[in-house]
T-cell receptor, first 112, second 110 residues
Framework: DVKVTQSSRYLVKRTGEKVFLECVQDMDHENMFWYRQDPGLGLRLIYFSYDVKMKEKGDIPEGYSVSREKKERFSLILESASTNQTSMYLC???????????FGPGTRLTVL | GQNIDQPTEMTATEGAIVQINCTYQTSGFNGLFWYQQHAGEAPTFLSYNVLDGLEEKGRFSSFLSRSKGYSYLLLKELQMKDSASYLCAVRRNRDDKIIFGKGTRLHILP
């Protein structure tokens, strides 16, 4: 079974703090994704990565950065958290050879 | 650009059939996904259509018409556990991005 794990299910941070969201997958997938999900807006792609040390901007990269130093780990970084970054953050992974994207359980981030 | 439209909410009765539609406009198309997402949980994969036609998987079927930019998810013999949001997503061929619609929340009544 593919397993995608995220470091926290719930997180509360203050405005201006630096926030790290970690995602790890155990199936040697090449592709990893970070989305945020907000009511009425659906899932929106923040960043994705096709390989180690490679990253591509999604549709809403502003205010975020990512790091992929190892194949199994894809980190989302909020350099200076703001209240409009309060959201559910979902990580996903996918291999090149299939068309199935596997999602982690999500991290609900609240920025006060 | 891209645009993916699906109804916001639908209601159906246990044991019945429901069809959830999705229309899309995108610059380059490489396939269409359907995901199920229960409240508070992550999306889970249901289907992926690349070619025109109907694909059946048990109680769930997915249809695609590339020329019309249209897909539907058909759920038969509805069960209470089918109450969830259903997400339509399109894979673009120019950059392989997967872009999601806003989802359809399906309510099942006993």
């Amino acid at each position: 079974d593919v397993k995608v794990t995220q470091s926290s299910r719930y997180l509360v941070k203050r405005t201006g703090e630096k926030v790290f969201l970690e995602c790890v997958q155990d199936m040697d997938h090449e592709n990893m994704f970070w989305y945020r999900q907000d009511p009425g807006l659906g899932l929106r792609l923040i960043y994705f990565s096709y390989d180690v040390k490679m990253k591509e901007k999604g549709d809403i990269p502003e205010g975020y950065s990512v790091s992929r130093e190892k194949k199994e780990r894809f980190s989302l970084i909020l350099e200076s958290a703001s209240t409009n970054q309060t959201s559910m953050y979902l990580c996903a992974s996918m291999t090149d050879n299939t068309d199935t994207q596997y999602f982690g359980p999500g991290t609900r981030l609240t920025v006060l | 650009g891209q645009n993916i439209d699906q109804p916001t909410e639908m209601t159906a009765t246990e044991g019945a059939i429901v069809q959830i539609n999705c229309t899309y406009q995108t610059s380059g198309f490489n396939g269409l996904f359907w995901y199920q997402q229960h409240a508070g949980e992550a999306p889970t994969f249901l289907s992926y259509n690349v070619l025109d036609g109907l694909e059946e998987k048990g109680r769930f079927s997915s249809f695609l018409s590339r020329s019309k930019g249209y897909s539907y998810l058909l759920l038969k013999e509805l069960q209470m556990k089918d109450s969830a949001s259903y997400l339509c997503a399109v894979r673009r061929n120019r950059d392989d991005k997967i872009i999601f619609g806003k989802g359809t929340r399906l309510h099942i009544l006993p």
